[in-house]
């Protein structure tokens, strides 16, 4: 079933900001950005009768996203896999995104994540940025929850060095 126009424009003009925000969290390049998210929205005109009725929008746009990022990266360059096994992942505790949010700035850090590896930049870009929980990170980027939670926490790790804050753990 396709969406109609109308509902389609409505749910893309919704769900934009957050979508260009983790796009620049993927690329952090504006330029890289834009272009990314002109091309997930290009291509979710086209596939648009791929939609499944009931699901959220704002997901299927995130693996769009997310699905076209992973083909430019692929395109230029093999990336090494720098993971702790999932059991390790697991004991991992709480949600930093208060002390984070409190403590830096959003245009430092989003410059500041264009220095982290990949895996960790998607990470740290839907669950600090965007908000979304752990479940639904990892939902979205098809990993067990345990890789979700090692590559925030190393991430934000690297995020505060790179931002010269001192972490408490």
């Known amino acids: 079933m396709n969406l109609l ?77 720098r993971e702790i096994d999932a059991e390790a992942g697991k004991s991992v505790g709480y949600d930093p995104r208060p002390a984070t949010e409190a403590a830096i700035d959003l245009s430092t850090a989003l410059e500041a994540m264009g220095h982290l590896p990949e895996e960790q930049r998607e990470v740290v870009a839907l669950i600090l940025i965007d908000g979304m929980g752990y479940r639904e990170t990892a939902e979205l980027l098809d990993l067990p929850i345990g890789t979700v939670s090692s590559r925030l926490v190393r991430g934000r790790k690297a995020l505060m060095e790179l931002l010269g804050e001192k972490d408490d753990d």
């Open 5 to 81: 126009h109308a509902d389609f424009e409505a749910a893309l003009t919704e769900v934009y900001p957050r979508l260009r925000r983790f796009a620049y969290g993927l690329t952090s390049q504006a330029a890289d950005a834009d272009d990314l998210v002109q091309r997930a929205c290009e291509r979710a005109m086209r596939k648009s009768d791929r939609f499944e009725p009931g699901t959220r929008f704002d997901s299927w746009m995130f693996r769009l996203t997310r699905n076209l990022w992973i083909d430019t990266v692929r395109a230029s360059s093999r990336r090494a896999s």
